[in-house]
């Protein structure tokens, strides 16, 4: 596809079960955002990933929360043991850095995750 | 941490109305940038600035850089349905390149 894609769509799970959410960036896009968009708020930034080097995990909230990305490709988002707290439209967004890490984000439509 | 307020929270104007809607970081921004995000999708970017001072425009929209490099606002001018949404500001910091602070939006509405 054209965009970046995210899938599921939504997904609903009890509290306590581990999901996984996945990130298709764009094709040739290095760079790959994920964030956290509660309701009614701004996205909250968790992790960044470039390339080959470290991701930047600096955002991620505890321990419970760890991404993985294949190469420059597809990415993972899993949250282990959730909690309703964790509920929230988690997006991603993929970029080519110019000079330095790129500002033209492109956003996938998310993921809305209900913990109950 | 770092602190991004975004007012106001919503606007309910008519068609043809300007709107100004701004952004103000309790820290130093190197890039601020403006979003819109519709119901159910990825927020998309509408303008990026770079330099304190700098004025842009795309179209009827009108964005500025505060020269303290701690505000920014952007202008609507001759609203249309079309512009019902959310707009985000989004800066990033100077001291972590990779890092974007989201403010908590503004929600547009236009009656016609």
């Known amino acids: 596809g054209a965009g970046v894609s995210q899938s599921p769509s939504n997904k609903v799970t009890e509290k306590g079960k581990d999901v996984e959410l996945r990130c298709d960036p764009i094709?040739?896009?290095?760079?790959l955002y994920w964030y956290r968009q509660r309701l009614g708020q701004g996205l909250e930034f968790l992790i960044y990933?470039?390339?080959?080097?470290?991701?930047?995990k600096s955002g991620l909230p505890s321990d419970r929360f760890s991404a993985e990305r294949t190469g420059e490709s597809v990415s993972t988002l899993t949250i282990q043991r959730t909690q309703q707290e964790d509920s929230a439209v988690y997006l991603c967004?993929?970029?080519?850095?110019?000079?330095?890490?790129?500002?033209?984000?492109?956003f996938g439509p998310g993921t809305r995750l209900t913990v109950t | 941490g770092q602190q991004l307020n975004q007012s106001p929270q919503s606007m309910f104007i008519q068609e043809g109305e300007d709107v100004s809607m701004n952004c103000t970081s309790s820290s130093i921004f190197n890039t601020w940038l403006w979003y819109k995000q519709d119901p159910g999708e990825g927020p998309v970017l509408l303008i990026a600035?770079?330099?304190?001072?700098e004025l842009t425009s795309n179209g009827r929209l009108t964005a500025q850089f505060g020269i303290t490099r701690k505000d920014s606002f952007l202008n609507i001018s001759a609203s249309i349905p079309s512009d019902v949404g959310i707009y985000f500001c989004?800066?990033?910091?100077?001291?972590?390149?990779?890092?974007?602070?989201f403010g908590s939006g503004t929600k547009l509405n236009v009656k016609p």
């Open positions: 094709s040739g896009h290095t760079a």
């Open positions: 600035l770079y330099k304190a001072g």
């Open positions: 967004a993929s970029s080519v850095p110019k000079t330095g890490p790129s500002y033209e984000q492109y």
């Open positions: 989004a800066g990033r910091d100077a001291d972590n390149f990779n890092k974007f602070y």
């Open positions: 990933f470039q390339g080959n080097s470290a991701p930047d």
